[in-house]
């Protein structure tokens, strides 16, 4: 199983990125869908969240410029970020919980991640 995220680049400060991320291989289902971001010399800290069903969750300190989103056919997430800061530099990893054909659960399988960069 694979996750693969694209969509991350230089961008000036007051810009728009969308970040997506696609799953490929032996995958029956997925559920929960997340994206981390881990910025120069810190943690790695939660970012958002979107259920199967499409519920969505973010921390309270980023609520109103983060969007998750996702696409079940494609087997993939997205993440828009409005009004970038040059604070919102980091590299960003996707995650997710998925069931193989087994009806085995992984839970927090982790793609590579991408990176944005926020020029002030």
């Known amino acids: 199983v694979q996750l693969q995220a694209f969509g991350g680049g230089l961008v000036q400060a007051g810009g728009f990125l969308r970040l997506s991320c696609s799953a490929s291989?032996?995958?029956?289902?997925?559920?929960?869908m997340r994206w981390y971001r881990q910025p120069p010399g810190n943690e790695r800290k939660l970012v958002a969240t979107?259920?199967?069903?499409?519920?969505?969750n973010y921390p309270d300190s980023l609520k109103g410029r983060f969007t998750i989103s996702r696409d079940n056919a494609k087997k993939t997430v997205y993440l828009q970020i409005h009004s970038l800061k040059p604070e919102d530099t980091a590299v960003y990893y996707c995650?997710?919980?998925?069931?193989?054909?087994?009806?085995?659960?992984?839970?927090?399988?982790w793609g590579q991640g991408t990176q944005v960069t926020v020029s002030s």
């Open positions: 979107i259920s199967s069903g499409g519920r969505t």
């Open positions: 291989g032996s995958i029956f289902s997925i559920n929960a």
């Open positions: 995650n997710v919980d998925y069931i193989d054909y087994r009806g085995t659960l992984y839970a927090n399988y």
